[in-house]
Every structure is written in structure tokens, then in C-alpha cells.
Nanobody, 119 residues
Framework: QVQLVESGGGAVQAGGSLRLSCAASGVNFRLGAMGWHRQAPGKQRELVADIHLNGNTNYGDSVTGRFTISRPYPGNTMYLQMNDLKPEDTAVYYC?????????????WGTGTQVTVSS
């Protein structure tokens, strides 16, 4: 079955940077879209950024200009470069994938990696 594995989380001070990675296994085609979501304690999960096969990207308002999503061709590995981190970025970050680039639902999820930003 398809598995998504995140890495790169950790603890950092405000203003610092982290780079998250996501690697997919068990899939023999290029996922239609991949994305990063996050969930902070007591809050709903939210989309951080996603990237589609045509290279189009979308970012949440709170991370635009600070985070960059990338997905080198031709595989199913994805990265999230996070700069100028703020305490409000503290959350569990999840990698997700869609079989196709269509629809709202994400078909595959990783188990998450913790990002903690201290002030």
C-alpha cells in the first residue's frame, strides 16, 4: 500500500529555519498532487501548501513568503522549506497525496512530524 513518511521536524527558535521531507513508497505512478498540512493543539488541521503535477503551488495565507514547497521531477518526494519560523507555526505537519490532481479529498496521509518553534 502507499505510505508517506515525513522527516525533518524538530525544535527551533523563532526566526529559524527547518526543511521537511516527505517520501512516498508503494506507488508506481506520479501522484497527482502532494501537500503539507498542519494541526496545532486545539485547532483544526489546515493546508500549509500543495503542489500539482503542472507545478502549480498554493500556500496558506499565514505562510506565504516564508515557506516554499518543492517536488523534484519525476518522483514522489516533496520538501517544505520553512524560513522565519514563528511560534504560531508550532504544529504537527502532515504530508498528503492525491492519486489525481482532482477533487478536494486527499487519498494518502503520513503520520506527521512535530515542529516546535520557541519565542
Amino acid at each position: 500500500q502507499v505510505q508517506l513518511v515525513e522527516s525533518g521536524g524538530g525544535a527551533v527558535q523563532a526566526g529559524g529555519s527547518l526543511r521537511l521531507s516527505c517520501a512516498a513508497s508503494g506507488v508506481n505512478f506520479r501522484l497527482g498532487a502532494m501537500g503539507w498540512h498542519r494541526q496545532a493543539p486545539g485547532k483544526q488541521r489546515e493546508l500549509v501548501a500543495d503542489i500539482h503535477l503542472n507545478g502549480n503551488t498554493n500556500y496558506g495565507d499565514s505562510v506565504t513568503g516564508r515557506f516554499t514547497i518543492s517536488r523534484p521531477y519525476p518522483g514522489n518526494t516533496m520538501y517544505l522549506q520553512m524560513n522565519d519560523l514563528k511560534p504560531e507555526d508550532t504544529a504537527v505537519y502532515y504530508c498528503a497525496g492525491k492519486r489525481t490532481g482532482l477533487g478536494e479529498e486527499w487519498d494518502y496521509w503520513g503520520t506527521g512530524t512535530q515542529v516546535t518553534v520557541s519565542s
